[in-house]
């Protein structure tokens, strides 16, 4: 059924930039809106950026604003995160989920589907 895999994680150095992507596989990603989670060790789990199924509507937590893009192609049935300036407490493994609702503010409890996410490590 519906299953998201993220990946494009890495060891970089601060100020450098990533682009995460999470591809769908098993249903049709443009009906749904698509969000990034992140979470470091003995941290919550914590909404980063979404985007709505069409693309028009996306919003970040003000930690990454500036920073990060959200992005799609829905042709690919992939969603992008990049990821510039990249600081240090911007470690931590990333998740994206999808959903039918567009929601804002994200909360992790309000999902119960995980892939395996793609770990993100900025250190010099």
């Known amino acids: 059924q519906l299953q998201l895999v993220e990946s494009g994680g890495g060891l970089v150095q601060p100020g450098g930039s990533l682009r995460l992507s999470c591809a769908a596989s098993g249903f049709a990603l443009e009906h749904y809106a698509v969000g990034w989670f992140r979470q470091a060790p003995g941290k919550e789990r914590e909404g980063v950026s979404c985007?709505?199924?069409?693309?028009?509507?996306?919003n970040y937590t003000d930690s990454v604003k500036g920073r990060f893009t959200i992005s799609r192609d829905n042709a690919k049935k992939t969603v992008y995160l990049q990821m510039n300036s990249l600081k240090p407490e911007d470690t931590a493994i990333y998740y994206c989920?999808?959903?039918?609702?567009?929601?804002?503010?994200?909360?992790?409890?309000?999902?119960?589907?995980w892939g395996q996410g793609t770990q993100v490590t900025v250190s010099s």
């Open positions: 989920v999808d959903d039918l609702f567009y929601r804002w503010p994200l909360f992790a409890a309000e999902y119960d589907q």
């Open positions: 985007i709505s199924s069409s693309g028009d509507t996306t």
